[in-house]
């Protein structure tokens, strides 16, 4: 599995942007990059995925450096309500096939500040 | 709208009773289920993958005869915890994924809260 890094805390004014920060240097070529939140005591939520393109969606926006080695979460105008913890997996594939597990790290905890 | 529910979203139990959580996945097939735990202020942990119609594939250090996962058709799997123990008492997550899951992502239940007694 590729292992990602995160920093384990961030601060943001409310209103700013929030970039979060993600490093997964030995991403293997065909794995995706994944981000999800988890706000307390609820199940994870899907932010946005990419492969090597940047990627904009409602929620988010997510760069990919040209190498895949690291990426970066950006809430465009961070709210009271984006607060949590916010998580960047890569995809891996299980050696007998079929859908890929996924594997947590530790996370950013987002606090975002009025 | 949810994509993938989990019932009970909470349950209290008492030591040595065994107590099932439901997955489900809404408006697609989900032919992988993954189930995790967490625990206060730490990361989720995947327990066992399940596929449907075959036996779940356990994680190192998780008892496949004290969790026990059914994934008998393509929109349900459960979580059975047996003889449940006080130490089990944990948030229980799963997810899925198949063919028609929009944006072909892996979605999450809300999430059950499992307190032993």
């Known amino acids: 599995d590729a292992k990602t890094t995160q920093p384990p805390s961030m601060d943001c004014a409310e209103g700013r942007a929030a970039n979060l920060p993600c490093n997964h240097s030995t991403i293997s070529g065909n794995e995706y990059v994944y981000w999800y939140r988890q706000i307390h005591s609820q199940g994870p939520q899907y932010i946005i995925h990419?492969?090597?393109n940047n990627e904009t969606n409602e929620m988010a926006s997510l760069i990919i450096t040209e190498d895949r080695k690291s990426s970066t979460l950006i809430l465009p105008h961070a709210t009271l309500r984006d607060t949590a913890v916010y998580y960047c997996?890569?995809?891996?594939?299980?050696?007998?096939?079929?859908?890929?597990?996924?594997?947590f790290g530790t996370g950013t905890k987002l606090q975002v500040i009025p | 709208g949810a994509v993938v529910s989990q019932h009970p979203s909470w349950v209290i139990c008492k030591s040595g009773t065994s107590v099932k959580i439901e997955c489900r996945s809404l408006?697609?097939?989900?032919?992988?289920m993954f189930w995790y735990r967490q625990f206060p202020k730490q990361s989720l942990m995947l327990m066992a993958t399940?596929?449907?119609?075959?036996?779940?594939?356990?994680e190192q250090g998780v008892e496949k005869d004290k969790f026990l996962i059914n994934h008998a058709s393509l929109t349900l799997s459960t979580l059975t915890v047996t003889s449940a123990h006080p130490e089990d008492s944990s948030f229980y997550i799963c997810?899925?994924?198949?063919?028609?899951?929009?944006?072909?992502?892996?979605?999450f239940g809300e999430g059950s809260w499992l307190t032993v007694v």
């Open positions: 408006d697609f097939q989900a032919t992988t």
């Open positions: 990419g492969l090597k």
């Open positions: 997810s899925a994924h198949g063919q028609g899951s929009p944006g072909n992502t892996i979605y």
């Open positions: 997996i890569v995809r891996v594939y299980p050696i007998s096939g079929g859908y890929q597990k996924v594997t």
């Open positions: 399940s596929n449907e119609g075959s036996k779940a594939t356990y």
